[in-house]
């Protein structure tokens, strides 16, 4: 892989990324995306759920082989192909939205794969992550963000005890949006219900590889 035209392009494509909400709030549904890998294979898992009741409405799943390699800051090279694949459908929608294991706008060129994702299919997305890949805390107030280049793009939530998540505009969605979509998807996991699920299926499908 390239990976100078990679960046090129990174850079190119955060200059779509909307962050301000151009979705229908509440939204119908939330999908949550995450990926698992065993023996040389990936499992992409995509959780359907209903946003008001957060019951699952449907899940989806493709195994399929790696074709490249992981690299710090271009995730969204080696996974977006399995997350398009699984949710092509859905593109162009406002009244869904992506919940990805990964960054949006918390990223060194603005464009992690949940940013990737949602200029791709022009669809409104998140990113959460379990670790910081750029950028500084700030508190402001009670609260904590994600500031990068001098711009906040995220906010650190916490919640039962668990140790922190970080909450990152994707596209077509606004931070205190993000925050508040988070939160309600938060429950007795450190992740939000639909990235908790697309995890938990991806890994059980893995081990069985």
């Known amino acids: 892989m390239d990976f100078k035209r990679a960046k090129i392009l990174q850079e190119k494509i955060a200059g779509k990324v909307v962050k301000i909400d151009r979705l229908s709030y509440p939204p119908k549904y939330v999908l949550g995306l995450d990926i698992s890998y065993g023996k040389?294979?990936?499992?992409a898992c995509c959780v359907?759920?209903?946003f008001d009741g957060l019951t699952v409405h449907e899940v989806r799943y493709v195994v399929d082989e790696v074709m490249i390699p992981y690299v710090p800051t271009f995730l969204a090279f080696r996974e977006l192909?399995?997350?398009?694949?699984?949710?092509?459908?859905f593109r162009n929608r406002n009244d869904v939205v992506f919940l990805v294991d990964g960054h949006g706008l918390a990223h060194p060129r603005k464009m992690g794969i949940?940013?990737?994702?949602g200029v791709v299919l022009n669809v409104p997305s998140i990113?959460?992550?379990?670790?910081i890949l750029t950028g500084s805390i700030i508190k402001r107030g009670n609260k904590e963000y994600l500031r990068v280049d001098e711009n906040i793009v995220g906010i650190v939530l916490k919640h039962k005890?668990?140790?922190?998540?970080?909450?990152?505009?994707?596209?077509?969605?606004s931070l205190e949006t993000s925050e508040k979509i988070v939160r309600h998807c938060l429950k007795n996991h450190k992740l939000p219900l639909p990235i908790y699920f697309a995890h938990k299926?991806?890994?059980?499908?893995?081990?069985?590889?």
């Open 127 to 131: 990113g959460v992550a379990k670790k």
């Open 81 to 89: 192909p399995f997350y398009t694949y699984l949710c092509y459908d």
């Open 201 to 209: 299926y991806s890994k059980r499908i893995a081990q069985r590889l």
């Open 40 to 43: 040389g294979k990936a499992v």
């Open 161 to 173: 005890g668990f140790s922190p998540i970080y909450v990152s505009i994707g596209h077509n969605i």
């Open 114 to 117: 949940a940013s990737h994702l």
């Open 48 to 50: 359907i759920m209903d």
